[in-house]
């Protein structure tokens, strides 16, 4: 197992956000989390990620305890984040934006080859790379945000609500460069409210609410749950 989290809690002062979490995510799966507004999400990935410090809980990736590392530590191990409204440097280009993403030593040496699979999976950015990234739109913002976190060579890539504000077909075409992303190899766990798009990617998934895992299996098996239909489909 690539991933594997358990009984992990994270709060805010006193207040807890997520509670006993139980997560694995194995080398060149896609897994899913789902969940309404304020069920924890973001805390969950941002945890993984290193920007949360759990209160108690075990972080393993390939037998690596991330639990206590700081975030740059994190990704030194192979976990990049592409972190919910993209936080990118607006002033900048897209190419030194994309640049960034090369933090890890063997990302730095593999620049050239990480620009150029990034601008295959999105070539408007090779048409755009000098143009400053706060000028484009928010679906080629996204995908500025997901080649950055790419350049880094993750083994497991995290993305917190890629979706989020942009038009159904840009959604689309982000969601097929994930497919494409899985299809060669990588880890992937997304955290994400269209859960449509989110269980068609996946190949298994969790459904979160008020912090706590309340279903997970696979996504067929969980369509086939009537609560789910109806609460996350409106079926």
Do not use: W
């Not at 690596?64 to 440097?89: K, Q, Y």
């Not at 097929?176 to 449509?196: K, S, T, W």
């Amino acid at each position: 197992m690539l991933l594997e989290v358990r009984e992990l809690a994270v709060g805010y002062g006193g207040a807890p956000a997520i509670l006993d979490i139980a997560l694995d995510v194995d080398a060149g799966e896609i897994v899913s989390v789902i969940g309404p507004n304020g069920a924890g999400k973001s805390t969950l990935i941002n945890a993984i990620a290193g920007l949360l410090r759990p209160q108690r809980g075990r972080i393993d990736l390939a037998g690596a305890d991330l639990a206590t590392l700081a975030p740059h530590r994190v990704c030194e191990h192979g976990v990049a984040l592409v972190p919910e409204g993209r936080r990118l440097f607006t002033g900048m280009t897209v190419e030194e934006n994309l640049e960034i993403g090369c933090y890890r030593p063997t990302a730095r040496r593999n620049r050239a080859a990480g620009l150029e699979r990034v601008y295959a999976l999105f070539p408007v950015l090779a048409e755009r790379r000098h143009q400053i990234a706060g000028t484009m739109s928010g679906g080629q913002q996204q995908m500025v945000a997901i080649g950055r976190a790419l350049m880094a060579e993750p083994r497991l890539l995290l993305l917190d609500e890629p979706s989020l504000g942009l038009a159904p077909a840009i959604v689309g075409e982000l969601f097929d460069v994930l497919r494409r992303i899985h299809a060669e190899g990588m880890a992937v766990l997304l955290v994400e409210q269209n859960v449509g798009q989110a269980l068609d990617l996946a190949d298994r998934a969790y459904v979160l609410e008020e912090g706590r895992i309340v279903a997970e299996g696979l996504p067929d098996s969980l369509l086939a749950q009537a609560r789910i239909r109806e609460v996350y489909l409106g079926v």
